[in-house]
Structure formats: C-alpha cells, structure tokens
C-alpha cells in the first residue's frame, strides 16, 4: 500500500521547498517539489533603470548576492552589444570563481554533509586511527593527530553542554547512515576546517567586490574598481598579492581534503551511485569569458539530451542563438495565470494565481522551464559532463582522478556514468570546485599580466538608444544556469525575467506533465522509515536547493518546526 | 576594507524588496546617515546572507542585531532582547532570518568565536509586500529603532556623535 509523505519545509536550504512523495515498497514512486514562497522581482524592475537592475536583483537571494549583480549587468550589456574592457572581465571572474569556491565548499560541509555524516557517532571514534586514516587519504596538514584529538575534545564538550546547536536537526542513529565513526569524526574535523577556509574564499569577493555580502563594483558596461599601483585606496599590488595567498589556501583545501572526502563518501555509499539520476537532460553554459565581447570562455558549456553523451551540443558564446531560442517557461503546473502555453522569458509573465496545492493541477511558486521543449537538469554535474564532453582537459584530470580514488577504495571499478546519480552530484560539484579554483589562480594572474602592460581600463560607458532592445544575460552559477533576460524601452526596463537554478531543477510537472529534475531524481529513491525519510533528503540536498531566488516570499507565517506528514 | 577586527558590530538584516522585511536594513543606513561612528563599530548591510557573515561577526565583543520580527505584537512595535532573552529569542525563530543568523552564531560557537554579548533590536513588520519602501507606520518608528541602536552603544561605552545637519 502506498504512503504519502510530506516534508515541509525542507531544512538546510535557503528558502521554503516543499517535498511530497508517494511511497511504495519502500521506494519513492511518485514525487512532487514545490516552490512555497512568491517571487516577485521582476514587477520591482519594471520602468527602472536597466543601469539600478543588478543592484536590487542582487537582493533576492542572500546566498546568490553576486551571481544575481553579474548576470544583471551581463544582460543589459546584451541588449546594448556594449564590450566588457579585459581588466573588468577578469575582476569580474575573480569574483564570479571565490564565490563558486566558497558556495560550493559551504554547500558539501555544511548544508549536505550531515546527510550523509553521523557528528553523534564521531564521538565513539578513536582520534589517533582516525588521523592514521586521514594521513592514508592524503597530505592535508590538519590530519594529525593532534588536530583529531582537539576536535573530538571540543566535539565532546559541545555534546556535553546539552544543546547540539548547529547540529540539532541531524538524523544522527538512523539506519541509512553507514561511515564508522573514525570516518565521521574525520569528517567532521574537517567540517570545522571548512568553517575556516571558507572566509577566505569570501574575503577575495569582499575586496574585489569592495563589500559582501552585496558586492558595490559591478557596473552595465565594466566595473568600478579603480586600477593603480600606487594608491590605497584601489585595487593595488599589496592587495592582490593577499588575495593569491588566499587562493593558494583554498587550492590545498580543495584539492586534499574537498575532493577527497567526497570519493571517500562516494565509497563509502556506493550504492548511492544507483540511486537519483531523474532527468539526463542536461544544460550549462560557458562562463568565464577572455575577451571583451564574450566569444571565448575558460569554461565551456552545452547541452546534453537524455543522458546520450554522443548527443553533446556546445554553446558558444553571449550572443548564442541556440540557447537563446531553446528556453520556455510553462506555468500549467505554478500559481500564475497562464493558458498561453510555454512563453519565451521576453515575453514571460509572472502573474500569481494562487490554488490549492493539487495533485495534478497548480502545485509550486516555481515555474517549469524548458530547453526545446524538454525539462533540463542544471548544476555542477552538468556542467562537468559538459565541460568533460568539450575536452576541458582540468575537467578530465580531476574527474578521472576522483574516480580513481573512488575506485581503489570501493575496491571495484567506477566509471563516469556513476556521475548520473545523488552522490555523482556531489562529486561533480567537487571536481567543479578543483577546477574553478586552479582558474581563479589562472584569471588572477591574467590580470596581474594585463595590468602589468600598461592596461588600466575598467568601463565603457553605456548609451541607450531610444527604442527596443532585448538582451539575455547568462552566467555558469554555482548551482548551474542562470539567466536573466531584460527588454528596454526608451532606456527604461519594460520586462524582465530572471530563468535560476533553482527554477530548472525544482520545476514542477511542465506543459506535458513531464516531471522537473527534483521530482524525476526521487523516483526510485529507498525510503528505510517513511517518519525519517533521510534518504529523500539526500537526493533532494544533492541539487543544492536554494528557493529564494527560485521563488520568492510571503509565507508570513515562518513555521516553528519541520513537518514529515505520513498519510 | 577592514584590516583590524571591529570590537562592535551593528548588523541590520532583511530583504529590501519586501518592505517591512527590510527594516534592519533601512534602520542601518539611517543609523549611517545621522550619526559618526567610531572606526571599531562596524555597520553591516547583512542583507539576508549568512555564512558570509562569519568573519565579520567572530569575536565580536558586542552585537546588535536590527531585524524584523513576529513577535506576535502589535505591528510597527519594538523588542529589545538582551541577555538570557536572546538565545530563546533564536530557539523560537521569532524573525524570518534567523535560520541564516542562528547558523552563523552557532557556527561561531563552536569555533570558540562566538560574540561575547549579542542584543536583538526587533521591529514588527506592518506590511511585506512586495516593494522598496516601507509602510508608514513602520517608517514612522525607523527614528526610535536608531535611538535605540545608539542608546545601546553609548551605554557600552561608545562615543556616538551625531552629525550636525541630523539632530539626534
């Protein structure tokens, strides 16, 4: 017999996602993800200045600040065809790849990790083995045993206080939880390690961004920074010397204890390599442009259509036309008015109509995008396949390399195709992480060499032609494609749509009630105790949920506590 | 950029594109424009970020926090928690942010880097709607909100000078 269960909201995300299955055999058999806050930006912008646009879109979100204020400006720039000067496509790059770092480090640690780590059991672990296996796994300075003495202690005294904090929601004892304590207590270390190097990912974006959380220098047509060699109070010589030592930090975290610890999970959970593949469309796009009208990317990206690798299609470039003729947004299944089919976001609209939640009606805040029809997947391991597919050769040197070390410790044969699945969207999150941080290294010194021929320019100065113009604005974000798309007016926005993330991959059903990416990756999920469905997490967290942005506010009641609802 | 750690940190927080939601916000910026603060007091536009937040916030050796609130009082009144009303303030999840704020505190903690005395300056929302200003009512009490924020600092000892074109 078949059980509902409803987790609202899910915890450890930003925003409010609500997560409805059916279960059957101890197996999810039919999913629902739905969106439970409004977003209403886009009636904010409306006869605004396209010049004002990425500061306020940069507020949507609070995890999201830059990512929003790039593809904004990214966008206007666009519809005007204004060229990006070479020194402010590589701030803007800097900014753009210390983000993905951070985002990508905060998301494994300390929003997902807990899934799949019991922080009660490292208790019972033995500090000296686990530093003996901490030192097998790799050369990190903070496997000692010193260190795993210090944490299990501080650990223990925190416990002991009675309150777990942080901490309090796990699912600690639950049957799904298989690492031996030595492993947890490993990885909760390096949890705590993760607490720290993180800030420094944030203090490159602060001093390039000239403030976080929401960065001041970004402008339509460059950047404010000013360049010079000589003064305080710009970007000088003494302050992007601490930024690369705050790279060179982040590189050794990344690449001896990021992705090590995620092919040691990916090891340790074999099984999980089974589980949550969902939709095998998938979608990226390039990023990290080297030239001032965005015609080549340090990152590739492209399409990939049902799983079929040979199928890879690359997009190009700012002005793409394949992408940009590909995406609709259906609303048969969101509360907004709709009856027009699929629209083209130029033509979008985002007009509520609030149901109840039905079954095979109106479900979800989020609206349902499309790629020529087809819902997409987006996000790390997207981009990986992609980039993987074009011939990155960083892509292909860190994916074969984690799949080695996920190989020789599950001590049998792991291939790619384990990417397809809830644990592969860890890894390629982590092999996107290495990747990016060896790039932030690369873009850093590009600029050091522009700057040091001479090259101080950072703005073109935007004209707006009287008229229409429409631009789209795209931008490789850490949780996949984000795209924002503006129509001009007489120099005033007259619509303008933001296509996140979060809104490819926690789609409700689209125009023919083929599922979103969340809803498609649970079917087929084990459910151990439909009362603490961990498991249904854990494929849900592998996305990266982040629903402010997806969606946003007004549930004005913020609710007290989380609610598994089995019927 | 700051290079040496501020001893004070004054943290408004909220989403500017939802009214009232933007209240620690709109109360900072106020607080900016009426008053000179000295250099280790640090004002921050949280926004509605989190763990970006850390590093600002670790060993702080005083924290104020403007916010709004659902306090379950009436609308555009104000809380002034301190001292062992804080931590329930957290536990209760009284404002739509704390789950980002609660987080970082928590986190600090645990690192040993938690500020040494937090206070919560809360503001009932009127209105949150969508939309960048905020509701006259809740406009109309922003002045006492920063009477407050000062009257906090001065009382921690914090030369607090207003500005002369801005009578406090």
Same mark, same amino acid.
């Given at each position: 017999?078949?059980?509902?269960?409803?987790?609202?909201?899910?915890?450890?995300?930003?925003?409010?996602?609500?997560?409805?299955?059916?279960?059957?055999?101890?197996?999810?058999?039919?999913?629902?993800?739905?969106?439970?806050?409004?977003?209403?930006?886009?009636?904010?912008?409306?006869?605004?200045?396209?010049? #004002?646009?990425?500061?306020?879109?940069?507020?949507?979100?609070?995890?999201?600040?830059?990512?929003?204020?790039?593809?904004?400006?990214?966008?206007?720039?666009?519809?005007?065809?204004?060229?990006?000067?070479?020194?402010?496509?590589?701030?803007?790059?800097?900014?753009?790849?210390?983000?993905?770092?951070? #985002?990508?480090?905060?998301?494994?640690?300390?929003?997902?990790?807990?899934?799949?780590?019991?922080?009660?059991?490292?208790?019972?672990?033995?500090?000296?083995?686990?530093?003996?296996?901490?030192?097998?796994? *790799?050369?990190?300075?903070?496997?000692?045993?010193?260190?795993?003495?210090?944490?299990?202690?501080?650990?223990?005294?925190?416990?002991?206080?009675?309150?777990?904090?942080?901490?309090?929601?796990?699912?600690?004892?639950?049957?799904?939880?298989?690492?031996?304590?030595?492993?947890?207590?490993?990885?909760?270390?390096?949890?705590?390690?993760?607490?720290?190097?993180?800030?420094?990912?944030?203090?490159?974006?602060?001093?390039?961004?000239?403030?976080?959380?929401?960065?001041?220098?970004?402008?339509?047509?460059?950047?404010?920074?000013?360049?010079?060699?000589?003064?305080?109070?710009?970007?000088?010589?003494?302050?992007?010397?601490?930024?690369?030592?705050?790279?060179?930090?982040?590189?050794?975290?990344?690449?001896?204890?990021?992705?090590?610890?995620?092919?040691?999970?990916?090891?340790?959970?074999?099984?999980?390599?089974?589980?949550?593949?969902?939709?095998?469309?998938?979608?990226?796009?390039?990023?990290?442009?080297?030239?001032?009208?965005?015609?080549?990317?340090?990152?590739?990206?492209?399409?990939?259509?049902?799983?079929?690798?040979?199928?890879?299609?690359?997009?190009?470039?700012?002005?793409?036309?394949?992408?940009?003729?590909?995406?609709?947004?259906?609303?048969?299944?969101?509360?907004?008015?709709?009856?027009?089919?699929?629209?083209?976001?130029?033509?979008?609209?985002?007009?509520?109509?609030?149901?109840?939640?039905?079954?095979?009606?109106?479900?979800?805040?989020?609206?349902?995008?499309?790629?020529?029809?087809?819902?997409?997947?987006?996000?790390?391991?997207?981009?990986?396949?992609?980039?993987?597919?074009?011939?990155?050769?960083?892509?292909?040197?860190?994916?074969?390399?984690?799949?080695?070390?996920?190989?020789?410790?599950?001590?049998?044969?792991?291939?790619?195709?384990?990417?397809? *699945?809830?644990?592969?969207?860890?890894?390629?999150?982590?092999?996107?992480?290495?990747?990016?941080?060896?790039?932030?290294?690369?873009?850093?010194?590009?600029?050091?060499?522009?700057?040091?021929?001479?090259?101080?320019?950072?703005?073109?100065?935007?004209?707006?032609?009287?008229?229409?113009?429409?631009?789209?604005?795209?931008?490789?974000?850490?949780?996949?494609?984000? *795209?924002?798309?503006?129509?001009?007016?007489?120099?005033?926005?007259?619509?303008?749509?933001?296509?996140?993330?979060?809104?490819?991959?926690?789609?409700?059903?689209?125009?023919?009630?083929?599922?979103?990416?969340?809803?498609?990756?649970?079917?087929?999920?084990?459910?151990?105790?439909?009362?603490?469905?961990?498991?249904?997490?854990?494929?849900?967290?592998?996305?990266?949920?982040?629903?402010?942005?997806?969606?946003?506010?007004? #549930?004005?009641?913020?609710?007290?506590?989380?609610?598994?609802?089995?019927? | 950029?700051?290079?040496?750690?501020?001893?004070?940190?004054?943290?408004?927080? %909220?989403?500017?594109?939802?009214?009232?939601? %933007?209240?620690?916000?709109?109360?900072?910026?106020?607080?900016?424009?009426?008053?000179?603060?000295?250099?280790?007091?640090?004002?921050?536009?949280?926004?509605?970020?989190?763990?970006?937040?850390?590093?600002?916030?670790?060993?702080?050796?005083?924290?104020?926090?403007?916010?709004?609130?659902?306090?379950?009082?009436?609308?555009?009144?104000?809380?002034?928690?301190?001292?062992?009303?804080?931590?329930?303030?957290?536990?209760?999840?009284?404002?739509?942010?704390?789950?980002?704020?609660?987080?970082?505190?928590?986190?600090?903690?645990?690192? %040993?880097?938690?500020?040494?005395?937090?206070?919560?300056?809360?503001?009932?929302?009127?209105?949150?709607?969508?939309?960048?200003?905020?509701?006259?009512?809740?406009?109309?009490?922003?002045?006492?909100?920063?009477?407050?924020?000062?009257?906090?600092?001065?009382?921690?000892?914090?030369?607090?000078?207003?500005?002369?074109?801005?009578?406090?």
């Amino acid at each position: 017999m078949s059980k509902r269960i409803t987790i609202d909201p899910i915890t450890r995300i930003e925003g409010h996602l609500r997560i409805d299955c059916e279960v059957d055999g101890g197996k999810v058999t039919k999913a629902w993800a739905s969106g439970q806050m409004w977003r209403g930006v886009e009636q904010i912008l409306l006869g605004r200045d396209p010049r #004002d646009a990425w500061a306020i879109t940069q507020r949507i979100c609070g995890v999201c600040t830059t990512v929003h204020a790039i593809t904004s400006v990214r966008a206007v720039e666009n519809a005007l065809q204004l060229e990006v000067p070479l020194n402010a496509q590589y701030i803007r790059n800097l900014i753009i790849l210390a983000h993905a770092v951070h #985002d990508h480090i905060v998301h494994f640690y300390h929003l997902s990790a807990l899934d799949w780590v019991d922080v009660v059991s490292a208790l019972k672990a033995d500090p000296d083995k686990t530093a003996a296996l901490g030192e097998s796994l *790799s050369s990190w300075h903070l496997n000692s045993k010193h260190e795993m003495r210090a944490v299990h202690q501080r650990l223990s005294s925190y416990v002991k206080t009675g309150q777990l904090g942080i901490f309090t929601n796990g699912y600690w004892g639950h049957p799904a939880m298989k690492l031996s304590p030595e492993v947890n207590l490993l990885a909760t270390a390096h949890y705590l390690q993760a607490l720290e190097v993180q800030r420094k990912a944030n203090k490159i974006v602060s001093i390039l961004g000239s403030k976080t959380p929401h960065i001041q220098n970004v402008a339509v047509g460059g950047v404010a920074n000013a360049i010079a060699t000589d003064s305080q109070s710009v970007l000088t010589v003494e302050r992007l010397l601490a930024i690369k030592t705050w790279i060179d930090e982040l590189a050794d975290f990344v690449k001896n204890v990021y992705l090590v610890d995620v092919a040691a999970v990916g090891a340790f959970y074999a099984d999980w390599t089974k589980v949550g593949p969902g939709c095998l469309n998938y979608l990226s796009v390039p990023d990290i442009p080297l030239d001032t009208k965005g015609t080549q990317f340090a990152m590739p990206g492209g399409y990939i259509a049902g799983g079929d690798l040979g199928s890879f299609k690359q997009i190009k470039g700012f002005n793409d036309q394949y992408w940009r003729d590909g995406v609709e947004e259906s609303v048969k299944h969101s509360w907004y008015k709709g009856g027009k089919g699929a629209l083209h976001p130029y033509k979008g609209e985002t007009q509520p109509e609030y149901t109840d939640f039905k079954d095979d009606g109106k479900y979800s805040w989020v609206k349902s995008p499309t790629f020529y029809g087809k819902p997409a997947q987006v996000g790390p391991l997207s981009r990986v396949l992609c980039m993987y597919l074009a011939g990155h050769e960083p892509t292909k040197k860190y994916a074969t390399q984690t799949l080695e070390t996920v190989s020789a410790l599950a001590k049998t044969k792991v291939g790619i195709d384990a990417l397809h *699945s809830t644990i592969g969207r860890h890894a390629a999150r982590a092999i996107s992480c290495a990747v990016q941080v060896d790039l932030l290294a690369g873009q850093w010194q590009a600029l050091i060499d522009n700057i040091g021929k001479g090259d101080v320019k950072t703005f073109n100065k935007p004209t707006f032609p009287k008229g229409e113009q429409m631009g789209v604005g795209f931008h490789e974000a850490p949780r996949g494609v984000l *795209s924002h798309w503006v129509v001009i007016n007489d120099g005033k926005i007259k619509n303008y749509q933001c296509v996140v993330p979060t809104t490819w991959n926690a789609a409700p059903r689209n125009e023919k009630d083929e599922p979103g990416p969340y809803e498609a990756a649970l079917l087929g999920t084990p459910v151990a105790d439909a009362e603490l469905p961990l498991e249904v997490l854990r494929t849900v967290h592998s996305f990266d949920p982040c629903l402010a942005c997806a969606v946003h506010l007004t #549930d004005l009641e913020t609710r007290n506590t989380v609610t598994v609802k089995v019927v | 950029m700051t290079s040496a750690r501020a001893q004070v940190v004054v943290l408004g927080i %909220g989403n500017i594109l939802l009214s009232d939601e %933007g209240v620690g916000v709109r109360a900072i910026e106020a607080l900016r424009q009426r008053f000179d603060l000295p250099a280790d007091v640090n004002v921050i536009d949280g926004g509605t970020s989190a763990m970006e937040l850390i590093d600002d916030l670790s060993r702080a050796k005083l924290l104020i926090v403007v916010d709004a609130v659902k306090a379950g009082r009436p609308p555009a009144s104000i809380v002034h928690l301190s001292g062992n009303d804080v931590p329930v303030f957290f536990r209760s999840k009284l404002s739509p942010h704390q789950i980002g704020l609660s987080d970082v505190l928590a986190s600090l903690e645990l690192l %040993g880097e938690a500020p040494q005395e937090t206070i919560i300056v809360g503001i009932q929302p009127v209105s949150l709607s969508l939309g960048m200003e905020l509701s006259g009512e809740v406009k109309a009490i922003l002045p006492e909100v920063v009477d407050l924020v000062v009257a906090d600092l001065r009382s921690h000892g914090i030369e607090v000078q207003s500005r002369r074109n801005f009578p406090a």
